[in-house]
């Protein structure tokens, strides 16, 4: 079965533009989690999609947002990018939302100059 | 904020060599699971923990889940060099919103 991917995987982005980041989960997970990963502050939780629907959400601002398609794949926007936006994203997927084994992909690399 | 304390935050042993490492907290969890990460990649998952007192092991990695439900730890055992990585402890937080909360992760380096 194929793992978790993320395209792209790397992203070198200027300060106020915005930028979309694709998850496709593993076949047959319909949950999708997204993860900040930086050096200062580690693995941060951004926000989980379910059937289409937002179930939970990190301390992030509005400027994170995200979506889930009825094949379960996630998109992932930043508007306005700030320098401190430079990090790893990180999707994870998992059967359900109630199901917290979740398995992640390589990550997307964003770096903001 | 990090609710979770990993520890230690670095280790340096030799191939062979057991190792130890920790997360606690103040709050109580209602799932615990431990990943590794190597450069370069996302978080692969070692072991999962759902109740108090549960010890699981796959292969040379044994954790548990702490009876207070506000710890859990990983042992390795004879260690190799293929063990290097970032090792994260990860929890679901009782009554909180988050998917999972982190620990800052123990990064292992083995001297063949």
């Known amino acids: 079965k194929a793992g978790v991917t993320q395209t792209p995987r790397y992203l070198i982005k200027t300060r106020g533009q915005q930028v979309t980041l694709s998850c496709s989960p593993i076949?047959?997970?319909?949950?999708v989690s997204w993860y900040q990963q930086t050096p200062g502050q580690g693995l941060q939780f951004l926000f989980e999609?379910?059937?289409?629907?937002?179930?939970n959400k990190g301390n992030f601002p509005g400027r994170f947002s995200g979506r889930q398609f009825s094949n379960s794949r996630s998109e992932m926007n930043v508007s306005t990018l700030e320098l401190g936006d430079s990090a790893l994203y990180l999707c994870?997927?998992?059967?359900?939302?109630?199901?917290?084994?979740?398995?992640f992909g390589p990550g997307t690399r964003l770096t903001v100059t | 904020g990090q609710q979770l304390n990993q520890s230690p935050q670095s280790m340096f042993i030799q191939e062979g060599e057991d190792v130890s490492m920790n997360c606690t907290s103040s709050?109580?969890?209602?799932?615990w699971l431990w990943y590794k990460q190597d450069p370069g990649e996302g978080p692969v998952l070692l072991i999962a923990?759902?109740?108090?007192?549960e010890l699981t092991s796959n292969g040379r990695l044994t954790a548990q889940f702490g009876i207070t439900r506000k710890d859990s730890f990983l042992n390795i055992s004879a260690s190799i060099p293929s063990d290097v990585g970032i090792y994260f402890c990860?929890?679901?937080?009782?009554?909180?919103?988050?998917?999972?909360?982190f620990g800052k992760g123990t990064l292992l380096t083995v001297n063949p």
């Open positions: 990860a929890g679901q937080l009782s009554g909180s919103n988050y998917k999972l909360t």
């Open positions: 999609y379910f059937s289409e629907t937002q179930r």
């Open positions: 709050s109580i969890f209602n799932t």
């Open positions: 076949s047959g997970h319909r949950s």
């Open positions: 994870a997927s998992s059967v359900t939302s109630a199901t917290y084994e979740q398995y």
């Open positions: 923990l759902y109740k108090a007192g």
